[in-house]
């Protein structure tokens, strides 16, 4: 068995490539914005990233085959994760609401978004997930909905907690929500992730640090606003998410993994 890396390795170089990376638009490079498909600390990226040009196929021919939805297919309470079972769920209730909007700040209106997290334990209800965190019988971790005539969206659910993975030897992700954003087809789909301000883990998750741009990083960080809270029961984030342009909020690409 390959001895794993230290966090102190996989920092150094996280930082040896963000000092590149730097030097690389001192010399007139644009910024990345979105993260590299080979990011050496980032170590199933180096067996798994595509090293020819992508096979596209017609979406058209895909989608004869593919799900449909429709609006009535969203029920307004699939927003909600904590009314989703006969109990409480475990953990700080939060509410993250936004804006899903185009790179000319437009309201993106009438889309599907969906979300998925670990539980307050930092586990997600999923057969691989073998982390020794309690499992939650009242939380899920899923639900959806459909922009409103604004592009906004609002979630209420509960704040996940951060979970080890085995990337290297001692490796926590940073908290975080994953949202997936559909356009008219389940052909147009685009994922990223939804981070929480002041996290430690930001540093030393290659994951995160993947996209060398700091300004970048900072848009998949919501922001805590007190004006969403909800008295005496829970705490409010504001996230927006940019589709497109130069300040577009971080997406997978097709060969990441989510």
């Given amino acids: 068995m390959t001895e794993q890396a230290s966090q102190e390795e996989i920092s150094a170089e996280i930082e040896a490539i963000e000092a590149e990376a ?6 007139g490079s644009a910024a ?7 990011y050496p600390p980032y170590r199933s990226s180096v067996l798994r990233h595509p090293t020819h040009e992508l096979v596209r196929v017609d979406p058209e021919e895909v989608e004869r085959v593919s799900p449909a939805f429709g609006h ?19 953990g700080e209730r939060i509410t993250v609401s936004g804006r899903v909007l185009d790179g000319e700040a437009r309201p993106v209106r009438h889309q599907l978004v ?8 930092g586990r997600y209800v999923h057969k691989r997930d073998q982390h020794p965190a309690p499992l939650d019988p009242n939380f899920t971790g899923v639900g959806r909905l459909i922009t409103g005539d604004d592009g906004e969206y609002s979630f ?4 996940p907690g951060p979970y080890p993975w085995r990337n290297h030897l001692n490796a926590w992700r940073p908290a975080h929500i994953h949202f997936s954003l ?17 996290d430690p883990l930001f540093a030393l998750d290659p994951i995160y640090q993947s996209i060398t741009d700091p300004a970048a990083r900072a ?3 919501g922001s805590y606003d007190h004006s969403l809270s909800v008295p005496e029961f829970s705490l409010g ?5 940019v589709l497109t342009g130069p300040k577009s909020t971080w997406m997978e690409s097709e060969e990441a993994h989510a």
Avoid: C
Wanted: charged share 25%; hydrophobic share 40%.
């Fill in 22 to 27: 730097r030097l690389d638009i001192a010399r």
């Fill in 32 to 38: 990345e914005l979105h993260p590299r498909r080979n």
């Fill in 72 to 90: 009535t297919d969203v029920n307004v309470l699939e927003s909600d994760l904590t009314i989703q079972h006969s109990g409480e769920p475990l």
């Fill in 114 to 121: 969906e979300l998925w997290q670990a539980n307050a334990g």
């Fill in 156 to 159: 209420t659910t509960i704040k």
């Fill in 182 to 198: 559909f356009g008219t087809a389940f052909t147009q789909r685009l994922i990223t992730q939804m981070y929480f301000p002041g």
């Fill in 219 to 221: 848009r998949l960080i």
């Fill in 237 to 241: 984030y504001r996230w927006d998410i």
